[in-house]
Nanobody, 123 residues
Framework: QVQLGESGGGLVQAGDSLRLSCAASGRTFGTYTTAWFRQAPGKEREFVGAISESDRRTYYAESVKGRFTISRDYSKNTVYLQMNGLNPEATASYYC????????????????WGQGTKVTVSS
């Protein structure tokens, strides 16, 4: 069983950077793929990116590629989402999700989810 908790959200200005954290319980978390999703007000939840343990690669949505970076600290059982060059379109609740087998953009494939952290980017 894995439990996830996001933190690091807040109010920032356009152009700022922010780092979100996804802290996990469970000794096997380091073997799981962890993804980030976001849901903007009035919109469906969308894939942001993922870090896969099976091939040790990261994957990103085109909309964030080059500006967002996902990394993992195994010693802290934590996955990070570094967001640079934020714009108002990034305003959303950000969720981390984990799965033992799946690594991809389909949210229904992830078995474990955090409660989310809210990010607001002002113009």
């Amino acid at each position: 069983q894995v439990q996830l908790g996001e933190s690091g959200g807040g109010l920032v200005q356009a152009g700022d950077s922010l780092r979100l954290s996804c802290a996990a319980s469970g000794r096997t978390f380091g073997t799981y793929t962890t993804a980030w999703f976001r849901q903007a007000p009035g919109k469906e939840r969308e894939f942001v990116g993922a870090i896969s343990e099976s091939d040790r690669r990261t994957y990103y949505a085109e909309s964030v590629k080059g500006r967002f970076t996902i990394s993992r600290d195994y010693s802290k059982n934590t996955v990070y989402l570094q967001m640079n060059g934020l714009n108002p379109e990034a305003t959303a609740s950000y969720y981390c999700a984990a799965d033992a087998a799946y690594a991809g953009p389909i949210e229904s494939e992830y078995n474990y989810w955090g409660q989310g952290t809210k990010v607001t980017v002002s113009s």
